[in-house]
């Protein structure tokens, strides 16, 4: 009898969380955000531990430009079914602020993974830093990098304009307000579609601070069940 061992594709996500430990911009709550999101993943949507990436300011491996194009080398030539990259800390506008005060730039992301990447495969992007609302826009894209019909998206904790929060929450610990209201929606309710979720995020995150949640989405359906 014949019996189809063929491994499904991987789903695989890079998770960084910066507390930038003994720096004057220090942040208190992002490793706890990391907790709360490879919990996630791991409890909701099939993710295995062996293929979640997670950086910290304790990583063995640290965050930085080299490390990530490094590890982006390697997935790419796995089998892939979707990746995710989580990222909460320092951003501005198309960077996001790594170990060492080194920016890694959407458009660095863009030429080191997203063109190398099969069409079929999609990446998920969900920073939660300020500004982040314009990482990853298709028109910046469209009018300076030739950026194409690639499987992507990007749920952000703010707009372009915008900065973010920690809060002091009931658990006792600092985490991100964007991050802290996310984790419970799915944790809750894994079957949301990204249109109410980012509805809901917004119905939460508003009353508490001026800051709106913001997507930006290339060949994804925002009324399509989020399966990240």
């Known amino acids: 009898m014949n019996i189809n061992t063929a491994r499904k594709p991987l789903k695989i996500a890079i998770i960084i969380g910066l507390d930038y430990i003994n720096n004057d911009y220090k942040l208190n709550g992002c490793i706890n ?3 709360l999101i490879v919990k996630l993943l791991v409890k909701n949507y099939d993710y295995q531990p062996e293929y979640i990436y997670l950086f910290t300011d304790y990583s063995k491996i640290k965050a930085n430009k080299l490390n990530l ?3 982006f080398n390697k997935i790419i030539k796995k089998d892939i079914q979707n990746i995710l990259i989580y990222f909460s800390g320092h951003g501005n506008n198309n960077y996001i602020l790594l170990e ?12 080191y993974l997203l063109n190398k990447l099969l069409p079929n495969i999609r990446t998920i992007f969900i920073l939660d830093c300020c500004k982040s609302g314009s990482f990853l826009k298709t028109s910046f ?6 950026f194409y019909s690639l499987n992507y998206f990007v749920l952000a904790a703010c707009k372009n304009d915008q900065s973010t929060i920690e809060i002091y929450t009931d658990k006792s610990a600092y985490y991100g307000l964007f991050t802290f209201y996310l984790f419970e929606l799915l944790n809750n309710n894994k079957n949301l579609s990204w249109n109410n979720l980012l509805l809901l995020l917004n119905k939460y995150i ?14 994804i359906d925002l009324n399509s069940i989020v399966n990240i």
């Open 69 to 71: 194009i490094d590890l």
């Open 100 to 111: 060492n005060n080194e920016k890694l730039y959407d458009y660095e992301v863009k030429t």
């Open 141 to 146: 894209f469209n009018n300076f990098f030739g």
């Open 33 to 35: 955000d990391t907790t």
């Open 206 to 219: 508003i009353n508490q601070h001026y800051q709106e949640v913001n997507i930006t989405k290339n060949c």
